[in-house]
């Protein structure tokens, strides 16, 4: 069968030299991702090959050591994260405390609630989680209707790398299954979105009633499946 033709009528679709240049010292960066499943493996192994240093990361949590952003994590790349938790990355750990790495913590659903935010405009959203733990040290105390609230500001980034299932030309998005998780709040709330999708299809091969992301919000597609993560007992089997 043969493969369709892909009309890059919009100028999106990249190499993975072209993204590779997008990124430098210092940049701040948000992903799409739940312990490193909706995370995109090959934009990820690029920033990696380029030895980008001092990264400021935003997105749920830190990966795993081998898995998503866990390998710039690990690999002492990042400057300062703004997570959920960073469990499942003993590095992460170690890292904060010995003071080579910075992390605000933001409870799981205000930090998605502080990415929307960015995404839309808002100043800010008001939350009354984490009074009385780190998560007030700093924060505007806001009194409203006699009850207390903490303001959270919202999040934005100069770049945003999302994993996509399909995506056309123009940058409309599916995703699959639970690997969309925040991917498609980053999509707006970043000055540069990077999307690296399975599959890229024929503009109008979509069924509009599947796409989440318009393409309005993207700026750069690259397609592939490598670079896709296992679990080490899986490596071992690969070796």
Known sequence: MAQPIIEDRFGKIKSIDDVANCFEDGSTVMFGGFGGVGSPPLIIETILKKGVKDLYLIGNDAGFPWIGVGKLVSANRVKKLIASHIGS???AGQLMNEGKM???????????????????????VLSDIGFGTV???????????????MLETPLRAEIGIIKAHQADPYGNLTYKASARN????VA???????????????L????PESVITPGV???MIITGKGGEWLWPWEIEEEN
């Open 89 to 91: 990355n003993p590095v």
């Open 102 to 124: 910075e992390i605000e913590f933001s409870p799981q659903g205000i930090l998605v609630e502080r990415i929307r935010a960015g995404g839309v405009g808002l100043g800010g």
């Open 135 to 149: 998560i007030e040290d700093g924060k505007k105390i806001i009194t409203l209707n006699g009850d207390k609230y």
């Open 182 to 185: 925040t991917n498609p709040l």
């Open 188 to 202: 707006k709330a970043c000055d540069l979105t990077i999307v690296q999708a399975d599959e890229i299809v024929p």
């Open 204 to 207: 109008g091969e979509l069924d």
């Open 217 to 219: 919000y993207v700026d």
